[in-house]
């Protein structure tokens, strides 16, 4: 199982970026699909879900600003950021439940891309 992710990049604040993370593998059906990020010298911290039956959950901080969603027949999911502030600077990791074809239920991670906020 492969997960890849792409969009992040520098933005000024108040700008937007979307986020994409596709998986790919051996899969027999995906849970949840989730993204994290990681700022310097902070812990990993959740950003927002979006489960199997599409209901979605956001971290305080970017309700309002931010909209996970999920494309099944592509195995994606998506993180679109509007508002941007300085403060959502970190690498952004997505993490998805995959139930595999021959190697069970497991978390996967894709490798974290990096986005910038200048103020």
């Known amino acids: 199982v492969h997960l890849v992710e792409s969009g992040g990049g520098l933005v000024q604040a108040g700008g937007s970026l979307r986020l994409s993370c596709a998986v790919s593998?051996?899969?027999?059906?995906?849970?949840?699909m989730a993204w994290y990020r990681q700022a310097p010298g902070k812990q990993r911290e959740l950003v927002a879900t979006?489960?199997?039956?599409?209901?979605?959950n956001y971290a305080d901080v970017v309700k309002g600003r931010f909209s996970i969603s999920r494309d099944n027949a592509k195995n994606a999911v998506y993180l679109q950021m509007n508002s941007l502030k300085p403060e959502d600077t970190a690498v952004y990791y997505c993490?998805?439940?995959?139930?595999?074809?021959?190697?069970?239920?497991?978390?996967?991670w894709g490798q974290g891309t990096q986005v910038t906020v200048s103020s």
């Open positions: 993490s998805v439940d995959i139930q595999t074809i021959f190697a069970g239920r497991n978390d996967y």
């Open positions: 593998g051996l899969i027999s059906s995906i849970n949840t």
């Open positions: 979006v489960d199997s039956g599409l209901t979605t």
